[in-house]
């Protein structure tokens, strides 16, 4: 598509009414979902305005597949089964990380709101582990995209995919589709590579499980704060 031909789909006057700093505010983190599929023209409108996302030198490196309905079933049982008998994860790009100081603090508070919010306690392993599996299983949402560049490809172009990830996101929240972007989706690469088709020149940064919320879930109570303006952003004179 020329750029263009994007200006005009851009400003066709789309049905979403959320400004920007709206859609920044509004979005968090779903993991607890209805099963009502989100409509394919609902669908495209997303996956078409996040194509504006940039990128370096314009190459577009992300290859999202959109997975749901008997596909998205069989791909999250493969993984839950991986994950109950032990298998051992084979991430293309996430190894487990021990993270200290004020990231532990971060981490541990997320953890803290979210096993609150469902009734877990911290020493529960058995429940813990459940809540994790719930992330091979998608939290229950219709959809996921799983979110690949080439091999050949680090972490400049990584940067582009988490840009282009965000963008889907805020898309959606603006179109009252709740999500949440999971490393946990890119635990089991091979498998995904094999329900989907794929080879070893696609490589799994994350994926992104998408839908309408299921507001009684406990989960979805969870709320995370952030870092004030002062311990974060240096401004330089
Ligand atoms: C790259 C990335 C990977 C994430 N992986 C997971 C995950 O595997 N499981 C999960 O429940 N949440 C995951 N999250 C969601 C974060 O926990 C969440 O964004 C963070 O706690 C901030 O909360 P919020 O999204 O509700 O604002 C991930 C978020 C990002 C951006």
């Given amino acids: ?66 997975v749901s309905g008997a596909a998205l079933e069989r791909l999250g049982q493969r993984m839950v089964e991986a ?66 560049m080439h091999s050949d490809f680090e972490a400049r172009e990584a940067v582009d995919l988490g840009m282009y990830a965000q963008s889907l996101m805020l898309a959606m929240t603006a179109r009252g589709i709740a999500s949440c972007a999971q490393g946990a989706l890119g635990l089991y690469c091979g498998i995904t590579r094999e329900e989907l088709g794929l080879d070893d020149s696609h490589r799994l940064i994350f994926g992104i499980s998408f839908g309408y919320e299921d507001t009684t879930y406990h989960a979805n109570q969870a709320r995370v704060g952030r870092a004030t303006l002062g311990e974060s952003v240096v401004f330089h004179d």
Avoid at 16 to 28: F, H, P
């Fill in 83 to 148: 994950a109950k008998q032990g298998v051992p994860p084979d991430p293309d790009f996430f190894a487990a990380r021990k993270f200290t100081g004020t990231y532990r603090d971060r981490q541990i508070d997320a953890a803290v709101q979210l096993y609150g919010a469902m009734g877990i306690d911290r020493n529960d392993r058995p429940r813990r582990d459940w809540a994790y599996r719930r992330n091979l299983e998608f939290f229950g949402a219709p959809h996921a995209v799983f979110i690949f």
């Fill in 1 to 66: 598509m020329t750029g263009a031909e994007m200006e005009t789909q851009m400003f066709e006057g789309k049905d979403n009414t959320m400004t920007v700093d709206e859609a920044l505010r509004t979005r968090r983190s779903v993991r607890g979902y209805t099963d009502q599929q989100v409509p394919e023209a609902t669908m495209r409108e997303i996956f078409e305005v996040a194509q504006t996302t940039p990128s370096n030198c314009n190459i577009q490196p992300w290859i999202p597949h959109v």
